[in-house]
């Protein structure tokens, strides 16, 4: 393969991961998993602006996705002198479509963005954000949603007919690693996905 084709080849993995990120709806995920496949791809290290700002970019992120401590406007403001670093400054087209990719996607969801420096995702997606748990109203206790558990993170008995004094169904949130595989089997709707508002970090600005 010559090295026209090698470079083809990359292009079209650069478009891939944008159409495998856009199947993401939060935005902060969608960003996250394109600078993370970039890095691991197409990203060549030779040229300053694009590898050592999509290294920062994908650590800025995680903070945001994660809430870590100590996330706060200035990481929206550097990601945002990222972007801009990598359109002016990088080397090829690869990192200047990196970089327009993170400053397209902070400018339409900007909002979004903000909503998660308060703790919140309101797709539902960044999953150290969110809880599922059981609707005691809803849940009739028929136990499909503890057999598909593999992580013992639901707590429960199945009720059989004649028999009361059951107590209702609930999930461990230590244990639950929020996999979605109950919600896909419960017949009747009972299980939520609810956002863990977080306290909101104070603001270093
Ligand atoms: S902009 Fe191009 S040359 Fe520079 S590190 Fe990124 S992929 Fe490599
Ligand atoms: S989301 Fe996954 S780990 Fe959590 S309770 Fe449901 S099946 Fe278990
Ligand atoms: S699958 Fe749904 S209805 Fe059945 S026990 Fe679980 S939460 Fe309750």
Same mark, same amino acid.
């Given at each position: 393969?010559?090295?026209?084709?090698?470079?083809e080849?990359? &292009?079209?993995k650069?478009e891939? #991961?944008?159409? %495998?990120?856009?199947e993401?709806?939060?935005?902060?995920q969608?960003?996250l998993?394109f600078?993370? &496949?970039?890095?691991?791809?197409?990203?060549c290290?030779?040229?300053y602006?694009?590898?050592?700002?999509?290294y !920062?970019?994908?650590?800025?992120?995680?903070s945001?996705? =994660?809430?870590l !401590?100590?996330?706060?406007?200035?990481?929206?403001?550097?990601?945002?002198?990222?972007?801009s670093q990598m359109?002016?400054g990088?080397?090829? #087209?690869?990192g200047?479509?990196?970089g327009?990719f993170?400053m397209?996607i902070?400018?339409?969801s900007m909002?979004e963005? =903000? =909503?998660h420096?308060s703790? #919140?995702?309101?797709?539902?997606?960044?999953?150290?954000l969110? !809880?599922?748990?059981?609707n005691?109203?809803?849940?009739?206790?028929c136990?499909?949603?503890? %057999?598909?558990c593999k992580y013992?993170?639901?707590?429960?008995e199945?009720?059989?007919?004649?028999?009361?004094?059951?107590?209702?169904?609930?999930?461990? =949130?230590?244990?639950?690693?929020k996999?979605g595989?109950? #919600?896909?089997?419960?017949?009747?709707g009972?299980?939520e996905?609810?956002?863990?508002?977080i306290?909101e970090?104070?603001?270093?600005?």
């Amino acid at each position: 393969m010559n090295e026209e084709t090698l470079a083809e080849e990359k &292009e079209r993995k650069l478009e891939d #991961i944008k159409k %495998e990120a856009e199947e993401r709806a939060c935005p902060v995920q969608r960003s996250l998993y394109f600078v993370e &496949e970039f890095l691991a791809g197409p990203m060549c290290g030779k040229c300053y602006p694009c590898s050592l700002g999509t290294y !920062e970019a994908k650590l800025r992120l995680i903070s945001i996705a =994660q809430h870590l !401590e100590g996330v706060n406007e200035k990481d929206l403001d550097a990601l945002k002198r990222i972007a801009s670093q990598m359109i002016v400054g990088s080397y090829c #087209i690869k990192g200047r479509n990196t970089g327009k990719f993170i400053m397209d996607i902070l400018t339409s969801s900007m909002d979004e963005f =903000q =909503q998660h420096l308060s703790g #919140i995702c309101p797709k539902k997606e960044c999953i150290s954000l969110i !809880e599922y748990v059981i609707n005691p109203d809803l849940c009739i206790m028929c136990g499909k949603c503890l %057999e598909v558990c593999k992580y013992g993170a639901i707590i429960g008995e199945p009720k059989k007919p004649y028999l009361s004094g059951y107590s209702p169904f609930e999930i461990r =949130q230590k244990r639950c690693t929020k996999c979605g595989e109950c #919600i896909k089997v419960c017949p009747v709707g009972a299980i939520e996905v609810i956002t863990t508002q977080i306290e909101e970090p104070v603001s270093s600005k």
